[in-house]
C-alpha cells in the first residue's frame, strides 16, 4: 500500500514500519528509511501557501527547454470550438495523463496563456518545488477531498486571472484507457462557472506507456484540444450532463489508437514490464507468474506465450489467443 505524506511516497509494510524516501522523487534515486506507523503520522504536513501568478519569464525558459521534445516528437494538434472563448478569458483546463511527457505538451500548446497548475505534493518538495511554485504550481493530496485546494483554484481564476491545468485522472493511465475520474468535476465546473476546455493526447501514452519502465519508443505525438463548454453552457447545464461531457471526451482506448491508425511501433523492448499490467495467465489463471520481455510475454508456470506485434496487438505462439487486446486481457483480471 502507498501513502502520501509530505510531498513523500511512504510504503506500508507487512511488519507495519514504514519506509519513506527522503531524496526528491523525480530524480529516481531513492534513500529509504525505516519509521513506525506513529513517527510517520508525526511528519508535518506541507504547508499551505497561496498560489502564486505564473513568472512569465520561466514559463519562457520552460518553453525553450521543451522545444527539443515537441521537434523530437513531430508534435502537432487539432482545435474544436476554442473561438468561443475569449483571448485573454481564464479557463479550467482538463487533460489527460498518459506520460511523463504530458506537461511539455500542455506548454506546447498554451504558451504564452498563464497557467495555474495543480500537481501533487509529491512534486513540491526541494529546490524542484520551489521552481514549480514560481511557476504558478499549486499541491494537491490526491485522491481525497481537499477543500483548500478548491479555494486555490478559485484564487487562480478570479485573482491572479490565470487558467487552471488540472489531470483530473489524478495518475498516469495503466492500459491506456481513462483512469476513473471523480464523481464531483461537475460540481466544481458550476462552482467555478469558467469555461473548460479538454486536452485529450494521441500518441503520448504510446511514445512512453508507464508499464515500459520509461523507455522511450518513436512515435508521433498530438491533441485534440476542445472547449467542452462555454461560461454560458456551464451555467445553463446540469451536473449529470456536464458530468456526461466530461465522460463522452475522456473515454479513449490508446492500444485502440494504435491498431486502427496502423501506428508502428517496432521497438524490440516494447513488451518489457508488460507484466506489471497483465500479471494473471489467461490460460492456467497462476497470478504473478507473468513476464514481459523484449516483444513477448510469457507465464512461467505453463510456459504458454503471447507476442505483441507492432501494432500494440497480442497474439499466442501456440494454441489460442484469449486477449489479442490488452485492455481486454485487463478487464478480465478485474473482473476475477
Known sequence: MLLLKNGLYVKLLRNRNFIY?????????????????????????????????????????VR???????????????????????????????????????????????????????????????ILGKLMRILGCTPTHKYITDISLLKDIEYMLRVNKTSVLMYPEAGYSFDGR??????????LMKRL?????????????????LYNMLQIRDVK???????????????????????????????FDNFAWQRDNKVVIDEPFRADGLHRILYKCPHCGAENKMEGKGTKITCHECGKE????????????????????????YDWQREC
Open 178 to 187: 481513462t483512469t476513473a475520474l471523480p464523481r464531483k468535476m461537475g460540481v
Open 64 to 126: 525553450i527547454v521543451v522545444e527539443s521534445t515537441l521537434k523530437q516528437i513531430d508534435f502537432s494538434y487539432t482545435t474544436e470550438r476554442m473561438d468561443l472563448i475569449g483571448k485573454d478569458e481564464p479557463c479550467l483546463i482538463l487533460m489527460n495523463h498518459s506520460s511523463f511527457t504530458d506537461m511539455k505538451l500542455a506548454f506546447g500548446i498554451f504558451y504564452p496563456k498563464p497557467l495555474g497548475i495543480v500537481t501533487s505534493v509529491d512534486a513540491m518538495s526541494g
Open 21 to 61: 524516501p527522503e531524496q526528491d522523487v523525480t530524480k529516481l534515486k531513492i534513500n529509504v528509511k525505516k519509521m513506525s506507523y506513529e513517527e510517520m503520522l508525526k511528519l508535518p504536513r506541507l504547508k499551505h501557501k497561496t498560489p502564486r501568478k505564473p513568472s512569465k519569464f520561466l514559463a519562457t525558459v
Open 221 to 251: 505525438v498530438g491533441a485534440h484540444v476542445k472547449c467542452l463548454a462555454t461560461a454560458e453552457e456551464v451555467k445553463t447545464k446540469s451536473v449529470a450532463e456536464l458530468d456526461a461531457l466530461l465522460d463522452e471526451a475522456f473515454s
Open 193 to 209: 462557472g469558467v469555461p473548460v476546455v479538454t486536452v485529450i493526447t494521441e500518441g503520448a501514452f504510446a511514445r512512453d506507456p
Open 306 to 329: 503471447w507476442e505483441m506485434d507492432v501494432y500494440g496487438q497480442l497474439s499466442a505462439t501456440s494454441g489460442e489467443t484469449e486477449y489479442p487486446h490488452i485492455p481486454d486481457w
